[in-house]
């Protein structure tokens, strides 16, 4: 009775799965019907429990909505859960890799600066602990993987040290985003300059330094971006859309504060 449960869950998830990329892939547009319940069922030799369970976690996921006169339709893409770990991986199985790279940088660019400022504000003595653990293991990393792994817990550490909770959200998504981005990076010979510029950061961090932190982060990125180019060989940040906004490069970092605020624990 068990095994069976189990297996008409993971049958439920392999066809949401199927026709989550579909979608995502533009397969099915926004606007379009699925088939109905019985021909989904011939077409992927599946039940109508399986059917109507996949459904139902498209439409939690809100690529799709159900209306008891229009049926099920796919529903545009500003309307999907894009924060979602399997919409997440659809777009990057079928966006191609400049695009990926310059939506990628784009919200890096617009949240991790601030999220550093906030971190040398509020962090207390165990978020700053996890963060200069994992940039050791970063310093220490015998292998590309062993140094991607180190780098994306860095990240994701300063998230939450921000202890705001609308910004851990993006320290999730960016745990399964970045890592495509951090393998391309990590096979440059740039490693010893990024762990210094990894370093300057976590020191502001730790120094309740903000404005040092901001810049910090705004340098990191700079040059990660510019490595990333190096590596593919062509500027993935310089295409046609790119061209009709404000290109990627970072401001110029901000003056150094010598003010250090009140930390969590301090009085």
Partial sequence: MVFTQMMARNLHTRLADQIGLRIVGGEITPGDPLPSELRICDMM??????????????VGKGLL?????????????????????????????VTEVDSYLQKLFQLRFA?????SALAASVAGPAD????????DRMRSAATEEAFVDADL??????????HNEFFWPVAQMFALA?????????????????????????????????????????????????DLVQLVGHDPF?????????ALAP?????????????????
Avoid: C
């Avoid at 949240?111 to 999220?115: F, G, K, L, R, S």
């Avoid at 990894?198 to 330094?209: T, Y």
């Fill in 153 to 162: 817990d860095f990240h994701r550490s300063i998230y939450v040290a921000t």
């Fill in 128 to 135: 700053v602990e996890r963060i200069r653990e994992a940039f």
């Fill in 178 to 226: 970045l890592r495509a981005s951090f393998r391309i990076g990590a096979k440059g010979g740039h490693r010893k300059r990024a762990i210094e510029e990894h370093g300057a950061l976590m020191e502001a961090i730790a120094g309740g330094e903000p404005e040092n932190a901001h810049g910090a982060a705004l340098k990191l990125l700079g040059n990660a971006a510019n």
């Fill in 238 to 246: 310089r295409t046609a859309a790119t061209a009709r906004g404000p």
């Fill in 65 to 93: 909505e159900s209306k008891p006169k229009s049926g099920t339709r796919v529903r545009e893409p500003e309307n999907w859960n894009h924060l979602d770990p399997d919409v997440l991986r659809w777009r990057l199985e």
């Fill in 251 to 267: 401001r110029r970092p901000a003056g150094a504060s010598r003010s250090r605020p009140k930390r969590r624990g301090q009085t």
């Fill in 111 to 115: 949240v991790e600066p601030t999220a």
């Fill in 45 to 58: 030799g599946v039940s109508r429990t399986a059917v109507r369970e996949a459904i139902r976690v498209l």
